[in-house]
């Protein structure tokens, strides 16, 4: 099964979910819940970089730093290697 980046995927997700996902107020719909939820997490466990939870999240840079400051997460810890990550985006947006 190959999947085009562009596609997108279906998750089945319990409805157990749905009462807590609708108090989430970062978004509107449903599916930019859980997206900037993922993206928060991913970027929590240092998976991904700012800038790469920002694009997932579908959130500016600063728009995604208001979401993690309005919930009190801490966004400036991150390893060198994001680091790097973000100033090559940066460097990009430049030229």
Known sequence: ???NKNDGFQVTIPN???PILQFL???ESLNDKVRVSLAISLFIE???SMERAAELSALSIGGFMQVLQDKEIPW???TDEHLKQDQVFIEK???
Do not use: C, T
Request: glycine content about 12%; overall charge negative; aromatic content about 12%.
């Open 25 to 27: 107020d970062h978004s």
């Open 76 to 78: 400036g810890e991150y």
């Open 46 to 48: 240092r998976a991904i």
């Open 16 to 18: 157990d979910f749905l």
């Open 93 to 95: 947006g430049q030229h």
């Open 1 to 3: 099964m190959s999947l």
